[in-house]
């Protein structure tokens, strides 16, 4: 049985020329010091801030695909709010006489198929707070947001 690890997911996009880059780290322990240590990023274009953090978190989630359990740190409550909305979600688009495609209906369909049988849970961070406000979690979590934001500056 795996022991279970910590993936902080995040993102920052440009919305006029709808690039971004996404980062993430992995970590065994949450009480490492992590500035930039081991963030992985990527380029990701044709995409908005939604789809963006989706897109990032489905590329970690199939690089880390023998982890079973993670817990995730995203500050996107779209994605933390996507396994409660499973089944409407992916009812959308078969119960209606002219069936409404989801905007990132490909990505949800995704997404439900690889946290199918794994042991994940989603955790809600605050992204921005002030520096004195931060605890360990909210340091690493700015970390890897910091990233991607230096990513994307570097190209635009």
């Known amino acids: 049985m795996n022991k279970n690890k910590y993936l902080f997911v995040d993102g920052s996009v440009d ?19 992590t500035d930039n240590f081991g963030i992985k990023t990527k380029k990701f ?3 908005s801030s939604t789809k963006l953090e989706l897109e990032t978190l489905l590329w970690a989630l199939l690089e880390l695909i023998n982890e079973d359990n ?7 409550q779209n994605i933390v709010s996507l396994p409660l909305r499973k089944e409407k979600l992916l009812a959308q688009n078969t119960q209606h006489l002219k069936p ?9 369909e995704r997404f439900f198929s ?11 961070v605050e992204g921005h707070k002030q520096k004195n ?10 970390s890897v947001d910091r990233e991607a934001r230096t990513k994307l500056r570097d190209i635009i």
Not at 15 to 33: E, H, Q, T
Request: aromatic fraction near 12%.
């Open 114 to 124: 690889i946290i199918e049988n794994k042991k994940y849970q989603f955790v809600k």
């Open 45 to 47: 274009q044709e995409t």
């Open 15 to 33: 919305p006029r020329l709808k690039i971004g880059y996404g980062a993430y780290l992995l970590l065994d322990d949450l009480s490492l010091n």
């Open 100 to 108: 409404r495609t989801l905007l990132n209906h490909l990505l949800y």
């Open 133 to 142: 406000l931060k605890n360990n979690i909210d340091r690493i979590f700015s």
């Open 70 to 76: 993670l817990t995730i740190y995203t500050d996107c």
